[in-house]
C-alpha cells in the first residue's frame, strides 16, 4: 500500500473516533493501547505527568485521610459522597453462601497460589448466580454490588487461608478491613493483640482505598472487553483479576517482596541496579504507564509502613526498599526513563509487617480492586457499547493451495 497522508479532526478531549481512519482506508498499531482510549469514563482521573489521581473528582490524598473503603466504594459506584452507611450495611448484612465457596477453595490443594483459587472462585459464584446474566438491567446490577463485595471478602480470605493451609475465619468486625483480616483466619498472624489488629486494620483499610479504582489498567481494560460482548459480571471478573495475577500489574507487589529477600542486605544494592540497568531484571514496584513522577498512592503507601512497623517492628526488608529508591531517583538510567516507585513498591512491606504471606499480596490488590472493576462494568452497561473487537496488522503468508 502506498504511502498516504490524511487528516482527522481531533475533539475537545484531544480524542478523534477510531472509526475516522477506517472511513480513510488506514488502520492505528497500538499494541500496548498507548494512545488508544477504549472507554469514556467519569469514575476516575489520572495526570501521570503531574503524580494526580482522584476518585470522582476527590484528591486520592483527601480521600485516603477521610473515608473508609467502602465509603469509597460508594463514592466510585454512584458517583456522589454518600450521606449514609447503606452500602456497608448492604454488604454486611448480605447473604454469602460460605460453604459453596469452601468447596471450590478446598478443592485446590494447600499451598495453592490464591489468585487461581480466587479467579475460580468468581467463576462459581458465577454459576450460582445465573440472575447475573440479565446484565443490561440496572437494578439486578446495583443490588449486585454489595453481594459481590461480601463474596469477595469471603472467598479472598478463605483463597489466603487455603494457600497458607489453614482454616478460614468469621468475617467479625465493624470495617470492610477488619473482617477481612478476621475471615483470613490462622492466614494472619493476630497474636499481636487488639491495639496492634486496630492499626493493621487501618492500614488494610487505607491500602484497600488506593488500589480500588485506577482508571483504564490491564486489568480494568480487560472487564470492560470481556463486559463487552454481554458477559456476566461474575464471569468478568475471572478475566480482570487474571490480568491483574501478573507481576508487570498487580503481581508486582508479590514480585518486590520476593526481589527485596533475593537483595537481602544494602551491601548488595548497587550490584542489582547494575543488573537492572544492563536489563537482565526488573526493578519491581518502579514505573508506570501513566505516571512520569511518583505515584501519589505510593507516597501514602510510605506513611502507612510507618504506622504498621511502628507496632509490628522494624523490617530489614525496608532499609533495602530505600536505598533501592534512594539510588534510583538519582541515577540517570531511572531518571531519563521517568521511574518512580508506584503502588506496589512499598505496599508488600506493609500487608508483611501485617501477617500476610507474600503470596497473599495480589489477593488484596484484587479485593479492593474489585470495586473499580464492577464500577467500570456497570458505566459500560449503563451505556451504548458494541463488542470489542480489535482490527490486526497482518503479516502473514498470501493465499496458497494445498499441495
Ligand atoms: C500496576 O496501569 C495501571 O494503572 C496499573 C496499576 C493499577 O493501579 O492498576 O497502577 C498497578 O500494575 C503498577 C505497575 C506494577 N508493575 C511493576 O512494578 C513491574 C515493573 N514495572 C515495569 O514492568 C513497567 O514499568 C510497567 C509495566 C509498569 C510499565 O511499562 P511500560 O509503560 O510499557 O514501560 P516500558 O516497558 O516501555 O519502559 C520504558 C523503559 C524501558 O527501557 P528502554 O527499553 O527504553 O531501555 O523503562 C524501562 C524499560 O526497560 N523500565 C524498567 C522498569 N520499568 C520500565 N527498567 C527496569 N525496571 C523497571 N521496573
Redesign the pocket.
Known amino acids: 500500500m502506498a504511502r498516504k497522508t490524511i487528516e482527522i479532526e481531533v475533539d475537545e478531549h484531544g480524542a478523534f473516533n477510531g472509526s475516522e481512519l477506517k472511513a480513510q482506508g488506514v488502520l492505528s498499531y497500538d499494541q500496548?493501547l498507548l494512545a488508544t482510549a477504549t472507554a469514556r469514563s467519569a469514575i476516575t482521573y489520572i495526570d501521570g505527568e503531574a503524580g494526580i489521581l482522584r476518585y470522582r473528582g476527590y484528591p486520592i490524598e483527601q480521600v485516603a485521610e477521610q473515608m473508609h473503603f467502602l465509603q469509597v466504594a460508594a463514592l466510585l459506584h454512584d458517583g456522589e459522597l454518600q450521606k449514609d452507611d447503606a452500602l456497608r450495611d448492604a454488604v454486611f448484612g448480605a447473604e454469602v453462601d460460605r460453604d459453596r465457596i469452601a468447596a471450590v477453595v478446598q478443592s485446590f490443594p494447600e499451598g495453592s497460589h490464591p489468585m487461581a483459587i480466587l479467579i475460580a472462585g468468581f467463576a462459581a459464584l458465577g454459576a450460582s448466580h445465573p440472575e447475573a446474566k440479565d446484565v443490561k438491567n440496572g437494578e439486578m446490577r446495583k443490588q449486585f454490588f454489595p453481594i459481590v463485595l461480601a463474596e469477595t471478602l469471603e472467598l479472598g480470605a478463605q483463597a489466603i487461608a487455603r494457600h497458607a493451609g489453614v482454616k478460614s475465619g468469621q468475617a467479625d468486625g465493624d470495617t470492610y478491613a477488619r473482617r477481612f483480616v478476621r475471615a483470613c483466619g490462622g492466614a494472619v498472624d493476630t497474636s499481636r493483640g487488639d491495639e496492634a489488629l486496630d492499626v493493621f486494620g487501618k492500614a488494610l483499610d487505607v491500602l484497600f482505598v488506593l488500589?480500588a479504582d485506577?482508571e483504564l489498567?490491564?486489568?480494568t481494560n480487560a472487564m470492560r472487553a470481556i463486559g463487552s460482548a454481554e458477559t456476566d459480571m461474575y464471569s468478568s471478573l475471572c478475566g480482570a483479576a487474571a490480568a491483574l495475577y501478573g507481576?508487570?500489574?498487580?503481581g508486582?507487589n508479590e514480585a518486590v517482596l520476593r526481589m527485596l529477600t533475593e537483595i537481602g542486605s544494602l551491601d548488595n544494592v548497587a550490584d542489582y541496579i547494575e543488573r537492572?540497568k544492563k536489563?537482565e531484571v526488573?526493578?519491581?514496584?518502579?514505573?508506570?504507564?501513566?505516571y512520569k513522577n511518583y505515584d501519589p498512592r505510593a507516597t501514602v503507601i510510605k506513611g502507612v509502613v510507618d504506622e504498621v512497623l511502628a507496632v509490628a517492628g522494624e523490617n530489614p526488608l525496608l532499609a533495602i526498599a530505600q536505598e533501592l529508591e534512594r539510588i534510583a531517583l538519582e541515577d540517570e538510567y531511572f531518571v531519563s526513563?521517568k521511574?518512580y516507585p508506584?503502588?506496589?513498591f512499598y505496599s508488600g512491606i506493609a500487608y508483611r509487617a501485617i501477617g500476610f504471606e507474600p503470596a497473599a499480596f495480589t489477593v488484596l490488590f484484587a479485593v479492593a480492586r474489585t470495586v473499580g472493576w464492577l464500577c467500570h462494568y456497570d458505566e459500560l452497561m449503563s451505556g451504548d457499547f458494541k463488542i470489542t473487537r480489535p482490527a490486526q496488522v497482518y503479516i502473514g503468508s498470501g493465499a496458497r493451495d494445498l499441495p
Do not use: I, Q, S, T
Not at 526488573?282 to 501513566?290: A, E
Open positions: 500496548p488500589h485506577h489498567n490491564a486489568g507481576p508487570l500489574h498487580g508486582a537492572v536489563h526488573l526493578l519491581y514496584g518502579f514505573g508506570h504507564r501513566v526513563r521511574l508506584n503502588v506496589d
